[in-house]
C-alpha cells in the first residue's frame, strides 16, 4: 500500500455514502455499490481494492448501523436497521452519519468523542 493518507476518514466517506444514495430501510445494497462511489470520488488509495475495506463494513455491521443479508465471495449484501442522520462532532469537526439506535459516539476512528 502507498502512503496515502485521505482528507476524510473511509468510514465517515462510507456512512456519508450509505446517507445520500441508500438511506432507505427496505432498500438492499452493497459494499461493491459503495466502493465504487468511493472510488469515483476520489479520496481513496487508489492501489485499494473492494477486499481493502471489508473491515470497515464489518464495523459497520458490528456498530448497527448495516446488517450483512448475503454474500457472495466479496460481495455484501447490506441493508440498514434504522435511517440514518446526519450529525456534526464538536471534537473532530466531522461530518458524520449515525443509524438512529446507534450510540452516539463518531465514528471517526482518531476521534469516538461522545456525540
Known amino acids: ?14 456512512r456519508k ?8 430501510v427496505d432498500k438492499k445494497f452493497t459494499n461493491d455499490e459503495v466502493f465504487e462511489i468511493l472510488k469515483s470520488n476520489g ?22 448501523l448495516v446488517r ?9 449484501f447490506l ?4 435511517p440514518v442522520e446526519k450529525f456534526q462532532c464538536d471534537s473532530c469537526n466531522q461530518d458524520i452519519f449515525l443509524g438512529t439506535s446507534e450510540e452516539r459516539i463518531c465514528p471517526n476512528a482518531s476521534c469516538k468523542s461522545t456525540i
Open 17 to 24: 455514502i450509505i446517507f445520500e444514495k441508500f438511506n432507505d
Open 1 to 14: 500500500m502507498s502512503d496515502f493518507t485521505p482528507s476524510t476518514p473511509l468510514e465517515l466517506q462510507i
Open 79 to 82: 441493508k440498514l436497521f434504522d
Open 43 to 64: 479520496d481513496i488509495d487508489p492501489s485499494w481494492i473492494i477486499d481493502d475495506t471489508e473491515s470497515l463494513f464489518n464495523n459497520m455491521c458490528d456498530s448497527g
Open 68 to 76: 450483512n443479508i448475503a454474500q457472495n465471495f466479496t460481495t455484501i
